[in-house]
């Protein structure tokens, strides 16, 4: 009898853990997936006193454009990758921002663009440098990355990749924009460089920015990263910044985050400041916004240099973090919520 009560008690317990965890499957599979989409048009020194009405107007409608088209992409559960793409594409159409149409120009009046992406899930990359043909160079650093067997690739090599995969190729006229060329004119004839030294004047510093990124998560779970950019203006010697850099511009790992950077990118690979927030969150367990603020607030400074980032975790939380000034930005979260920031003062994005 005895050993009969002992039985039913067993199977009781049996049976109420069983209908107790159906119910938890059952409110998993209820739970929506979460995804969402952030986006960066280049920090500096961006003040609401220099900056006219339909100008802000102009980049707050490719702004929303951009994050918009790529959020589309993630709703309707396409990848973070192809997320990232039509974001960025958006940027690099838009004479307004440094990528694509709109690329800065180097000392020799060329335009030079360098792009990377990066998807969290396979740590699988691709990136090029120094591309002069190219009208989207993130399309084609996507296609180093899936389509060949190497990560990144650079100039003529990659402009002949390029043109193996079917890309068209635009002439350097498509990439003029009087705006880039009279600002050419106005950094060369403020200083003829002699040296690279040059690169650290500070007349410089604020004539390499307006880089393009995007960070997503898809319904997935997937994590994934790209940068794009005309570099800086007046650079020499086949310069190439931390944009295309793996690691340096752009990182993204399931495990941690996806980050893109955007500021003076001689610190940007010297302070390996995409990787660098990913490790401190998976090697050292901080958060997001800590993690960004350690790069961005401390280290960069300290060695003397200035920008940002925009950087997402697996959980969709967003930080965009900056030490200049302004930078153009742009999110829809978790909860569908889209916010669009230029100034230091939109201080809801700075987290
Ligand atoms: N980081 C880019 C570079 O140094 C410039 C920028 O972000 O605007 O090439």
């Avoid at 302004?326 to 230091?344: E, N, P």
């Amino acid at each position: 009898m005895k050993i009969f009560k002992l039985f039913s008690i067993f199977l009781f317990l049996i049976v109420f853990s069983c209908v107790s965890s159906t119910k938890n499957d059952n409110f998993d599979v209820a739970k929506t997936p979460k995804f969402a989409i952030a986006i960066h048009g280049g920090a500096g020194t961006i003040l609401k006193s220099q900056m006219s009405d339909s100008l802000e107007k102009a980049y707050t409608e490719v702004l929303t454009r951009a994050v918009q088209s790529g959020h589309n992409v993630l709703s309707t559960g396409g990848s973070a990758l192809d997320a990232v793409e039509a974001s960025i594409n958006i940027l690099e159409d838009s004479p307004l921002f440094n990528a694509g149409k709109g690329a800065v120009f180097t000392h020799d009046r060329t335009n030079e663009l360098d792009a990377s992406i990066m998807d969290g899930s396979s740590l699988n990359a691709g990136a090029v440098a120094g591309v002069k043909h190219i009208k989207n160079p993130i399309n084609l650093a996507r296609s180093v990355m899936e389509a060949s067997p190497h990560v990144f690739m650079y100039g003529e090599g990659a402009e002949a990749f390029a043109q193996d995969q079917g890309f068209t190729m635009v002439d350097q006229e498509y990439f003029f924009t009087k705006s880039r060329f009279d600002h050419l004119m106005r950094v060369q004839n403020t200083q003829e460089p002699t040296s690279a030294a040059v690169f650290y004047d500070p007349i410089l510093k604020d004539s390499k920015f307006g880089t393009v990124g995007c960070v997503a998560l898809d319904q997935n779970g997937n994590l994934a990263a790209g940068t794009s950019t005309g570099g800086m203006t007046n650079k020499r010697f086949g310069r190439i910044g931390d944009a295309p850099v793996i690691g340096a511009g752009t990182y993204a790992n399931n495990k941690s985050c996806a980050v893109s950077a955007t500021g003076w990118g001689e610190y940007f690979i010297r302070g390996v400041v995409a990787h660098d927030i990913a490790a401190m969150m998976e090697y050292g367990g901080l958060d997001l916004a800590s993690a960004t603020s350690v790069v961005i607030d401390k280290k960069i400074p300290e060695l003397g240099g200035d920008g940002g980032v925009i950087a997402m975790d697996n959980q969709g939380n967003i930080s965009m973090r900056f030490n200049t000034e302004g930078m153009y930005r742009a999110q829809i979260d978790v909860d569908g919520q889209l916010k669009v920031g230029i100034y230091k003062s939109d201080a809801l994005l700075t987290k």
